[in-house]
């Protein structure tokens, strides 16, 4: 069964960094685009980043341009979404999704995911 483990997260000052991972499991990590949404209280789940499955191409919501940076590591099947300068309104569930190539070439909808992990917390302070 392949599916998708989240590690990271946490709680930091406004200005500091975090970073989340994600690792897939049981399946080709090539064969999926992945990307990161959130969901903060109240609110609905929303695209945040995402990379290709040939990792030639990343794209990101524009609240998190410059700050964020997504990356692919085929050696650990992980996507890693590195995360500075954070800002309060950056609190949120973070989830990693998957999007197989037979369906999608990004993740950048909930259409596009097969997969979703289980989410992780984020809170920024200011």
């Known amino acids: 069964q392949v599916q998708l483990v989240e590690s990271g997260g946490g709680s930091a000052q406004a200005g500091g960094s975090l970073t989340l991972s994600c690792s897939l499991a049981g399946g080709v990590f090539s064969n999926y685009a992945m990307g990161w949404f959130r969901q903060a209280p109240g609110r609905g789940r929303e695209f945040v980043a995402q990379?290709?499955?040939?990792?030639?191409?990343?794209f990101y919501t524009d609240s998190v341009k410059g700050r964020f940076t997504i990356s692919r590591d085929n050696a650990k099947n992980a996507v890693i979404l590195q995360m500075n300068n954070l800002k309060p309104e950056d609190t949120a569930v973070y989830y990693c999704a998957a999007g197989s190539k037979e369906n999608t070439i990004m993740v950048v909808t909930e259409v596009d995911v097969d997969l979703w992990g289980q989410g992780t917390q984020v809170t920024v302070s200011s």
């Open positions: 990379a290709s499955w040939s990792g030639g191409s990343t």
